[in-house]
């Protein structure tokens, strides 16, 4: 994968406002399935133009609904990525298997890059502190789509002081900094102990990006 230019064609859809309109739904997502498959931001519009007018879907619904599910599909592949050349990270290389990502140092983990939580009501410096909080919080809130799952996580928390959280996604660069340090640091010690599900035990810790 071609981390800078997977950067370059990500900051295009920062020029835009992040909303969403609608919920996940599986008319849309079929309809928009071509976002896996288009890194290129100007083909990406051109395939929501041609779906917009053959559908007759509402222009700014679907452009917002297509982009945000590119912008961060893209933006966790690249993620994934970086891990995957990592010194102790093995691919999970069955891509069915939504629950795992790859085999981080001896335990299996799947990889999830979201902003900071604002329904969390919580500040970045409690968050930092008390990790299992704000941990238990994302799994209790996670969406109850396809992803839903209750074993070991990795989150990567992206976390802007002017707010604009999301936009921190398509700095791969700076995520590649930050992963490699972690990574370099790392101790199965630090890993979060949790009882989501009766006799099992839930790995997770969280990987901050703050800037």
């Given amino acids: 994968m071609n981390l800078p230019a997977i950067e370059n064609e990500l900051k295009k859809r920062c020029k835009y406002e992040y909303r969403w309109f609608r919920k ?12 896996y498959s288009t890194s290129s931001w100007d083909k990406l519009n051109e395939q929501i133009a041609l779906i917009i007018a053959t559908e007759k879907l509402d222009e700014k619904e679907f ?12 933006s ?6 970086i891990f995957a050349e990592m010194k102790g990270v093995i691919p999970n290389k069955n891509p ?17 890059t979201s902003v900071f939580p ?19 919080w994302l799994y209790k809130n996670q969406s109850k789509q396809s992803r839903f799952h209750l074993e070991n996580r990795l989150f990567l928390i992206v976390y802007a ?3 604009q959280h999301w936009k921190l996604k398509a700095e ?15 101790e199965n010690s630090q890993l979060k102990e949790f009882q989501f599900q009766q006799g099992k035990t839930t790995l997770a810790d969280v990987i901050w990006a703050a800037k």
């Fill in 24 to 35: 996940q739904n599986n008319s849309w997502d079929r309809l928009s399935a071509f976002v």
């Fill in 63 to 74: 452009f917002q609904y297509c982009c945000n599910h590119w912008y961060n599909f893209w």
């Fill in 76 to 81: 966790a592949m690249a993620v994934e990525y």
């Fill in 96 to 112: 069915r298997n939504r629950k795992i990502d790859f085999c981080f140092f001896g335990n299996d983990f799947d990889l999830k």
């Fill in 118 to 136: 604002r329904a969390f009501n919580r500040t970045l410096e409690f968050a930092k502190n008390n990790p299992e909080t704000l941990i238990s």
């Fill in 161 to 163: 002081e002017d707010g």
């Fill in 172 to 186: 791969i660069s700076f995520l590649k900094q930050v992963i490699e340090k972690y990574v370099a640091t790392f």
